[in-house]
Nanobody, 122 residues
Framework: QAQLVESGGGLVQPGGSLRLSCRASGRTFNRRVMGWFRQAPGREREFVAAISWSGTAEYADAVKGRFTISADNANKTVYLQMSSLRSEDMGVYYC????????????????WGQGTQVTVSS
């Protein structure tokens, strides 16, 4: 059974930082690209970043230079380091697993977690 468990969300002031973690287990192992998407109330689901287990990464334009995705292959854990957070970064962040980067960008995930809330507010 596939399972993705996120952690690390919370409340942060504008300009602050948070690190999200996602531990993968089960059938997600054979998915080559892990990623994060987010969804805020009233907004469409949005691709944030993705990384292959070999270390190739992609980012949405909105987060380039501020967010860093990384992967610990040995522990099947993916991280999203978020810095210089803005109010528009608020939402529920979901970890997901997909076959490739095309599926990541188009939202065709095979598995996703329960999400973790990120709130940016002073």
């Amino acid at each position: 059974q596939a399972q993705l468990v996120e952690s690390g969300g919370g409340l942060v002031q504008p300009g602050g930082s948070l690190r999200l973690s996602c531990r993968a287990s089960g059938r997600t192992f054979n998915r080559r690209v892990m990623g994060w998407f987010r969804q805020a109330p009233g907004r469409e689901r949005e691709f944030v970043a993705a990384i292959s287990w070999s270390g190739t990464a992609e980012y949405a334009d909105a987060v380039k230079g501020r967010f860093t995705i990384s992967a610990d292959n040995a522990n099947k854990t993916v991280y999203l380091q978020m810095s210089s957070l803005r109010s528009e970064d608020m939402g529920v962040y979901y970890c997901n697993a997909a076959a490739d980067f095309n599926q990541q960008r188009s939202g065709q995930y095979d598995y996703w977690g329960q999400g973790t809330q990120v709130t940016v507010s002073s």
